[in-house]
DNA sequence: AAACGTATTATATGCACAAAAAATACGTCG
DNA sequence: CGACGTATTTTTTGTGCATATAATACGTTT
C-alpha cells in the first residue's frame, strides 16, 4: 500500500502528453504494446498507469478490449500528480538556499534531520542537484553550493557562454529546424504577443522560453549542443525561481524569439544568428534586481 | 583490516603532487594544518595519508616533530598506488563495450554477476559512467550505453562542437592564460617535439593534450566554457582508450600546440583561434582507423 | 494475428543496523 | 603560538534481507 511508483506516475503524465500529441479524441484506444514500445518499458507499469488514468477519470477501462480516451487531456499539466516528494524537496532546497538559510555547505546528515525526509529521497535529489551542477560533493564528507546559484558572477558567465554557442549552432551546416517543434512554440509565443500575457503563469513562461533555446540547439543536429543548452536551462531553471520581471520584458523576448524563427524559416541562418546574439546580449545585460518597478501582483518572472 | 580508504589514497597522491609543484626536496617539513587547508578535509584522513606515504618510503614520520619529505618525488604517476578497483572495473567495462562483449543494455544485476564486485563499486562506477554521459538509466530497469562510445556520428559531433567553442574561449575578453600550468604544459610538449616521442606512454600522451585545451578554456574566465571542455575530454578519454595513431601525429599535435600556445604569447589571440580552429578540423576529419600504417610496437594511441 | 489477462520470475529498492571513517575537541610538546 | 598526539563525537558507507515492482511467459479472447 505504498502508493504508484515514481515510473508509473512519470507514465500516466506520459500517455496524456502522447495522446495530446498524437491528436486523440475521446474514445480513442491505447493499446499497450504501442504504449510499451513508445516508453521502452515493460507491460506492467504500462498498466499500472493506465489503471491510475482510470481511477482519476482520465481513460476508461473494457474488460478484454482495453483502456480508451474518457477525455480528452488538457495542454497544460495534465495529470492531477501534485508535485512529487522529489520535486518538492528539491524546491525547498533551492528557495532555502538561495535566501541563505542554508550554508555553504552542508552534511546528509543536517539536510537529513531539516527536511525529514528518507535518505533515498534526499539521495535522489542530491544526485539531480550533483548532474545539474549545483552541489559538489566535498573530498571527506558533506555537500558545497555551487556558487552558481546566487553570484553575479555565474549570471554573466552563463550569459556569455550562451552567446557563444547558440548562434553558432544556427550556423552549423547540418542545421534543420524540427518544425513541428517549432511549429507548437511559435503557437504560444503568438497568443503572448497577441495579448495573453497576464493569463500566463511565470513557470509557463519560463519553459517555453527554455523550450525555444533548446529548439534551436536541436536544429544543430549535433547532441553536445542541445546538451549544453539543456544543462543552462535546468541551472537557469532553478536560479529563476526568485526572479521577477514586468511583462514588458516577456513581451519583447517573445518578439524576438518570433524574428529568429521567422529569418530561420526565410532561410536567412547568418541574420537569425545576429538576431539570437542580440537578445542574449540584451537580455542579459540587466540584472533583475535592477528592474522591478511594476506591482507585484503583475510581475512576471523571466528571463 | 580493510584497506586504506579511497580519500586516504587520493590525499597520498595529492599530498605528493603538492609537494612537487611547490619545489619542496628531501627534509622538507609537511605540516598537518596546511594540508588540511588546501585540501579541504581535516586532520584525521590527512594523518592516515601521511602514514600511507611513510610506509611507501615517500615521508619520515619524527614524533613529535611529524612528516617530513624522505626524498624528492618524481613527476610521472607518483604514489605507488596500483589502479584503483573502481578504475579497474571502469576500464574493464569500457573495454567489454567498446568490443560488443556488453549489449546494448544490461540490468544491473548482470554486470554484479559478470564482474563480481560488490553493488557499491558498481554503483559508483555507473554513476560515474552516468555523470560522464556514457550509460543512460532506462525508464523501467536496467542501463543502456549511450550511442556515445561507438559511433562515427558522435566522433563527429565531438569534433565539430570543440571546433565552434574552443576557439571563442580564446576570443572571450578576460581571456587570460594561467601563466604557470601553461608553461608546465609547453615544457611536456617539447620534450616530445625534442625526440621523446618514443619514450612515453600513450596514457600521458592523452593526457597531456586533455590538458591543454583545458588550459585554453581556462584561460576564458568563464566556468562553463571549462566544464564544456572537461566533459568533452571524460568522453574522448574512455573512447580514445582503444584509438591507435603513429607517432608522426603526435609531433604535428605538439607542434599545433605550441603554435597556438606561442600566439598567445604574442598577444594576437585571433590569429591563436585561427590555429586552434586549424588543429581541430585537421584532427578531427581523420578517422583513427583510417590510419594505422605503422607496425603495432610502434602505435601510439592519441587523437 | 493482435491485444489482453494472469502467473511467474528476475531485478531493484528501501530500510535497519553494523562498521568505517572523517570531523572535532582538547591536552601536550617544541 | 603553532603543530602534534589522543580521545570523542558525528557522519557516512557497507551489507543483508524483506518488499516492491518491472520483465517475461503463456494462455485466452476478440
Not at 64 to 91: H, I, M, N, V, W
Request: some cysteine; glycine content about 6%.
Amino acid at each position: 500500500m505504498s502508493g504508484p511508483s515514481r515510473l508509473q506516475e512519470q507514465l500516466a503524465d506520459a500517455v496524456l502528453e502522447y495522446a495530446r500529441d498524437a491528436g486523440m479524441t475521446t474514445g480513442a484506444h491505447l493499446p499497450e504494446p504501442v504504449l510499451c514500445e513508445r516508453f521502452k518499458v515493460s507491460r506492467t507499469p504500462v498498466r499500472a498507469a493506465l489503471s491510475l488514468l482510470a481511477r482519476r477519470g482520465y481513460v476508461r477501462h473494457v474488460p478484454r478490449k482495453g483502456y480508451f480516451l474518457a477525455r480528452k487531456p488538457r495542454g497544460d499539466r495534465t495529470a492531477g500528480t501534485a508535485r512529487s516528494d522529489e520535486e518538492r524537496l528539491y524546491l525547498a532546497i533551492a528557495e532555502d538556499r538561495i535566501s541563505r538559510r542554508l550554508p555553504d555547505h552542508v552534511s546528509e546528515a543536517d539536510l537529513l534531520r531539516r527536511y525529514g525526509v528518507t535518505r533515498s529521497l534526499l539521495g535522489r535529489v542530491l544526485q539531480r542537484l550533483l548532474h545539474e551542477g549545483l552541489v559538489e560533493r566535498r573530498p571527506g564528507r558533506g555537500w558545497m553550493f555551487a556558487p552558481v546559484l546566487d553570484s553575479q558572477q555565474a549570471h554573466d558567465e552563463s550569459y556569455r557562454f550562451r552567446i557563444a554557442l547558440e548562434p553558432l549552432a544556427l550556423l552549423e551546416p547540418m542545421f534543420a529546424l524540427d518544425e513541428a517543434a517549432a511549429a507548437r512554440s511559435e503557437e504560444k509565443h503568438r497568443a503572448i504577443v497577441e495579448g495573453r500575457v497576464r493569463a500566463i503563469t511565470p513557470v509557463e513562461l519560463f519553459e517555453m522560453n527554455a523550450e525555444f533555446h533548446e529548439i534551436i540547439a536541436a536544429g544543430a543536429q549535433n547532441r553536445f549542443f542541445l546538451q549544453a543548452v539543456q544543462q543552462q536551462n535546468r541551472l537557469r531553471r532553478f536560479v529563476n525561481y526568485h526572479w521577477i520581471y514586468g511583462p514588458e520584458r516577456a513581451l519583447r523576448t517573445c518578439r524576438e524569439h518570433l524574428a529568429v524563427l521567422a529569418a530561420i524559416r526565410a532561410g536567412d541562418r547568418v541574420w537569425a544568428a545576429t538576431l539570437l546574439r542580440q537578445h542574449l546580449e540584451s537580455t542579459g545585460r540587466v540584472s533583475p534586481y535592477e528592474e522591478g518597478t511594476s506591482a507585484p501582483e503583475r510581475l512576471i518572472r523571466f528571463d
